[in-house]
């Protein structure tokens, strides 16, 4: 919502509104764009009748200033209603979707596009580290968007991407997610389906094929297909092994026009290699040149939150990761796995999400954090709002990565974990927090414990 009021004020418009407390980087973006959000909800923010509101998903109908504006009747929509009418009208929308990957991926191809000189507008749900803002307008015909499958508001409980109207849509993954919104698999992916479907015929879908669930979700497509990922069963994959190092990863590609095209991320992990060739795919496909493509990967430095290495001090990397669900956990775990082979890897996990609180996953995540040496379980954040039945029984987990080989710990707040980190932690230790909230600030806590720490 603060990218969006941003951008609409880009254009012209003069945007107020009113949220809960904010802090950085929200607050400091709306400050820089001149718009001072008022704290807090209450109808006389509408006494000045504002020709639209925008009201993001966060905001129930019992909300008083939604109530308010039921009752005097006046023009909303729901933040992805909006991002269509102002920005993708008159544009061409690529579009990323997926259970995993769709910031980093966002990020990439925004990336790409801007330095291979397209000047693409662009709203990505995260930070990319190459770009100034997370949003740009942009002058070129491409608008780069996150999909996201979350709901739009309380009068618009369908999934976000179906009004972005894609031509071309970057399909990372289908996997179960947001329980608390799909009540079983099949839910959600009939929303992936409508997503397919909505492409014109003249569109592009670009789809990861290393899954069998998305092979599945782009049989509806109207359009072409690109398959890609790490087998060789694609239309775009690795020639030969990758080399995945500290460094990043390195991998050759075949191209049409240019032969084997040799590739350079400076991102670790079988995961960003495939968002890597999902953007390689789109941008070759739509024009791009080789060459600028190869360029601009090779100098994306990632975006925020996404596997971000915060700093090493004392001989032990401290790294923030936003991942949560048992496949995002199990690949980022694996990424630093192969980026750091000879280091111990310490993972720090906060269940945060309505769905990482789930039985469900339990299996997921016994298998995911088998690639840790060390795992300090969080609390379940919502574990008041799950049914004991469906709550992630986190003693029979230790149990299970016990029986693994795996050291774990369930600590009673973030408080006693970032205790415990400290009181384990040893000199060549990768420490990965992962959280889909904020963990309490704690990966930058923990970082500055050891940065204040002296010398033994």
Request: charged fraction near 25%; hydrophobic fraction near 40%; aromatic fraction near 8%.
């Amino acid at each position: 919502m603060a990218p969006l009021a941003c951008l609409l004020q880009q254009l012209g418009h003069r945007v107020r509104g009113a949220d809960g407390p904010l802090y950085p980087p929200m607050s400091t973006l709306l400050e820089e764009a001149g718009i001072e959000p008022l704290v807090g909800y209450d109808p006389e923010h509408l006494s000045e009748s504002p020709d639209l509101v925008i009201v993001g998903n966060a905001v129930p109908r019992q909300n008083p200033e939604a109530e308010a504006v039921e009752r005097l009747g006046l023009p909303k929509l729901s933040m992805p209603e909006a991002v269509a009418r102002f920005f993708l009208e008159d544009r061409q929308p690529l579009v990323v979707a997926g259970t995993h990957g769709k910031t980093t991926t966002t990020s990439i191809a925004a990336w790409t596009w801007t330095r291979s000189g397209a000047d693409p507008g662009y709203l990505v749900g995260g930070i990319p580290k190459n770009l100034d803002r997370s949003f740009h307008i942009g002058t070129g015909s491409r608008f780069i968007i996150e999909g996201d499958e979350y709901n739009c508001a309380y009068f618009d409980r369908g999934p976000k991407f179906l009004h972005y109207r894609p031509q071309t849509l970057i399909l990372t993954s289908v996997e179960y997610d947001h329980a608390d919104l799909y009540p079983d698999p099949a839910a959600l992916i009939e929303a992936y389906r409508r997503l397919v479907r909505s492409l014109p015929e003249h569109g592009l879908l670009v789809a990861c094929g290393d899954s069998e669930q998305v092979r599945t979700v782009a049989a509806d497509s109207p359009c072409r297909v690109i398959f890609y990922g790490l087998a060789e069963a694609n239309d775009v994959h690795p020639l030969g092994e990758v080399d995945y190092s500290a460094a990043g990863s390195r991998f050759t590609v075949a191209d049409t026009e240019s032969g084997e095209v040799a590739l350079a991320l400076p991102l670790p992990g079988e995961h960003n290699v495939s968002n890597a060739l999902a953007v390689w795919t789109a941008a070759r496909h739509h024009g791009l040149e080789a060459a600028a493509v190869r360029h601009a990967l090779a100098e994306f430095s990632g975006a925020s939150r996404r596997l971000e290495e915060l700093g090493t001090s004392r001989g032990i990397t401290v790294v923030d990761d936003f991942a949560h669900h048992p496949t995002a956990v199990e690949k980022s775990l694996d990424g630093l796995r192969k980026a750091h082979p000879d280091r111990r890897l310490v993972a720090l996990f906060e269940p945060r999400s309505l769905t990482a609180g789930r039985s469900f996953f339990s299996r997921g995540y016994r298998k995911a954090f088998a690639h840790a040496d060390v795992v300090l379980l969080a609390p379940v954040f919502h574990r008041q709002r799950i049914e004991p039945a469906q709550r992630l029984d986190v003693d029979a987990l230790m149990r299970d990565l016990a029986q693994d080989g795996v050291s774990v710990s369930s600590l009673d707040s973030i408080d006693e974990v970032l205790a415990e980190a400290l009181r384990q932690a040893r000199e060549g230790d990768v420490i990965v927090t992962m959280s889909s909230g904020s963990f309490d600030a704690l990966p930058h806590r923990l970082l500055a414990a050891f940065e204040e720490t002296p010398e033994p």
